[in-house]
């Protein structure tokens, strides 16, 4: 059994960062749930319209860069937006090659909705601002070493 100088078992589930961060994306994403509902979108589908609020008029490769997503993933997260009319997809004017996916009326009236979600979730956690802020810090330094 391989353990660390403390006599840890290095296998132990509770030692394993995956773990812990698996439980806790899921644990997370379950808050989200019931505050997504007034706008009928999913969490995955929620972080697209995050994504545009924060730059509109995003072409499908810019969009899968930011989240992170595949196209494959992220085209039927797209589809389903579009159907609910928050996102219109269309080719560029200048470039009909690309996919550029923007904001409908209804999208972007749906940020005011939204804006109410992030505070409620803080409040949900039960933690002081300053060490979700910390962990936010932690979890992006985690990202970019794994990247």
């Not at 979108?41 to 697209?48: D, I, M, N, R, S």
């Not at 009319?85 to 009326?105: A, H, I």
């Not at 005011?112 to 039960?126: H, K, W, Y």
């Amino acid at each position: 059994m391989a353990t660390t100088d403390a006599g840890e078992d290095l296998l132990a589930l509770d030692n394993q960062v995956c773990f812990a961060l698996a439980v806790a994306s899921r644990s997370v994403i379950a808050l989200y749930r019931p505050l997504l509902e007034p706008l009928g979108v999913t969490h995955p589908q929620y972080l697209v319209l995050l994504a545009l609020w924060g730059r509109d008029g995003m072409t499908m490769g810019e969009l899968s860069s930011t989240l992170r997503l595949e196209p494959a993933t992220l085209s039927p997260l797209l589809k389903r937006l579009e159907a609910i009319g928050y996102v219109s997809r269309g080719r560029r004017p200048s470039d009909e090659r690309v996919l550029e996916v923007t904001l409908t009326q209804a999208g972007h009236d749906a940020r005011a909705t939204a804006e109410r979600i992030p505070a409620q979730v803080v409040e949900r956690l039960g933690l002081p601002m300053e060490r979700l802020e910390s962990l936010r810090d932690a979890l992006h330094l985690i990202i970019a070493a794994s990247a």
